[in-house]
């Protein structure tokens, strides 16, 4: 019968060693997340798969708050992170950067996600919008690529994090 892992055999490693590991070319930006659990979280996945940093924007949360710490689970003082009023404008200067900008939305020719090859030698970043209007249009525009997650039941909507992380693991499972 297959054992847990303990505490010890997980390896974690230090927040002042996580900061130094190279990190995968990856951004999030959140662009007007309302949930500050969901903002939590996306702290925590974007840890685990050692993300450059997120990008918080509009009225999305910022830590420290009671909320984000109790989904991060101590991830938001590990991962990178900065804040930005304007959405458009974050995404628009990591565009002029050199970023790739990939949305993920429900729009009209979107690329499913399943179908989406990141190029290895590309810095990406991943746009995702608040659970009720999603990512601001004039970001859609701006986007390289418009990323859709397939779903096949009635409600057609998944919870912001956990798109995010489906979204994070199909983008770096070949580098993982």
């Known amino acids: 019968m297959p054992e847990k892992k303990n505490i010890i055999e997980l390896t974690r490693i230090t927040i002042q060693d996580y900061r130094k590991e190279k990190k995968f070319p990856l951004i999030v930006v959140l662009d007007n997340v309302r949930s500050l659990y969901n903002v939590g979280s996306i702290f925590r996945t974007a840890d685990a798969f050692l993300l450059e940093k997120i990008i918080l924007c509009g009225i999305t949360g910022t830590p420290p708050h009671p909320e984000i710490k109790k989904t991060a689970l101590g991830a938001e003082d590990s991962v990178e992170w900065e804040y930005m009023e304007d959405s458009f404008e974050a995404v628009k200067r990591l565009k002029n950067k050199g970023w790739k900008i990939c949305v993920l ?72």
């Open 105 to 176: 939305e429900q729009v009209h020719d979107s690329l499913p996600l399943q179908d989406f090859s990141p190029s290895p030698e590309t810095g990406y970043v991943l746009v995702a919008g608040n659970e009720v209007e999603g990512v601001d249009q004039k970001i859609v525009d701006l986007a390289d690529f418009i990323l859709e997650i397939p779903q096949l039941g009635v409600k057609h909507s998944l919870n912001v994090s956990v798109s995010v992380g489906i979204a994070l693991w199909q983008m770096l499972k070949s580098k993982l």
